[in-house]
């Protein structure tokens, strides 16, 4: 009989999640399409991520539809407030774009309701083992003081309308 170590433990030994395991936060998150939604829109999933969390699980609940036609890419944004020159109190939160698809790449959700996890779904690079800040390539200095916002970017809307429901596994030191 033949003994194997789990390939995580063997890449990231000081890591406990891989070894004797980590508490796991679930944010519950839905991506809304309706008529009024067009390509390139984003939608906020999670708000405050730190950079040292990692995505462990990006998982389509029991009961989800597929929407054929929809494509998102799932990645990461960071807040900026947007003063504008003429109106200085004006402090609307906005999300720019850090790395758009570092998580899930053009996936469509027809394809999707095959598989229970989508998280680093066509994306032949993609490490489990990675937090945040290395999947993005970020160094301390760029690290945004609010942490990190996980957006779905509508690539493809289709002719569609409905809910994308998700559930997105944090694993947070």
């Given at each position: 009989?033949?003994t ?14 891989f ?19 067009a ?18 699980r ?31 109190t ?22 999707a ?5 989508i ?31 996980i ?23």
């Amino acid at each position: 009989m033949a003994t194997y170590k789990n390939p995580y433990a063997v890449a990231k030994p000081l890591d406990p999640m891989f070894t004797v395991g980590r508490v796991l936060r679930t944010v519950q998150a839905q991506i809304a399409i309706g008529a009024e939604s067009a390509n390139n829109d984003v939608i906020i999933l999670a708000k405050g991520v730190p950079p040292t969390a990692r995505v462990a699980r990006i998982m389509l609940p029991a009961g989800s539809s597929a929407l054929t036609g929809c494509t998102v890419d799932i990645g990461l944004y960071k807040m900026q407030k947007n003063i504008s020159a003429e109106e200085a109190t004006d402090l609307a939160t906005e999300y720019v774009a850090v790395d758009e698809d570092c998580l899930v790449d053009g996936q469509s959700f027809a394809t999707a309701m095959n598989n229970v996890d989508i998280v680093g779904a066509n994306i032949a690079s993609f490490d489990r083992t990675a937090d945040l800040a290395t999947l993005v390539k970020a160094s301390a200095g760029e690290f945004p003081s609010g942490g990190y916002a996980i957006g779905a970017k509508l690539v493809a809307k289709g002719s569609v309308n409905g809910n994308i429901e998700l559930d997105i596994l944090i694993e947070q030191a």
